[in-house]
């Protein structure tokens, strides 16, 4: 896929699957009211949306620019993606939802949104056990075997992950059937 078809189909995946999760998601349960609260904890919840959002826009874009394809299962990216955030955690995106979603809860100060990011969380979780793992393992099966092995699903390491070789070949073909 060329970059910028990548680009353009991780922006419209970024605003249907993210956007109706940590958005839309929050949207239904709270109206989006705030209750009055402490503004430090209003403020925390800011903080942690915009470092989220960061984060969630950063993987969308390395996984066009460096990984030639998107988040999406039905575009995957043709190399594998173990740079920038990935080299302390294997699931970034998931992370970062989570937390606008937690973000969104410290901000609006309702409790509902911690019960729905734990149900999301677990809804990833069970994705990434079932589908994307699996899935990663059959197209770049050493690649991938190392980067598990270094690399945590969720529990961010301290010390970004270093590698020592490329680690970005290109998946195998795809039949056309």
Known sequence: MSRPSALLFSLLFLLVAPGAVAGLGPWWITGWSAHEGPLVVRLAGVAVMAGALYLLVECFGRFALQGQGTPAPIAPPERLVV??????????????????????????EDLRLVGYAAAVWLAFH?????????????????????????????RPRI??????????????PRSSA
């Open 126 to 154: 069970l994705f990434v056990l079932l589908y994307e793992e699996p899935t990663l393992r059959r197209a770049f099966p050493q690649d991938y075997a190392a980067y598990t092995a270094a690399v945590p699903r969720w």
């Open 159 to 172: 010390r970004p992950w270093r590698v020592d070789k490329p680690r970005s070949s290109p998946a195998p």
């Open 83 to 108: 740079s920038g955030p990935y080299r302390r955690v294997r699931n970034p995106m998931y992370v970062a939802v989570v937390a606008l979603i937690l973000g969104q809860s410290a901000l609006l």
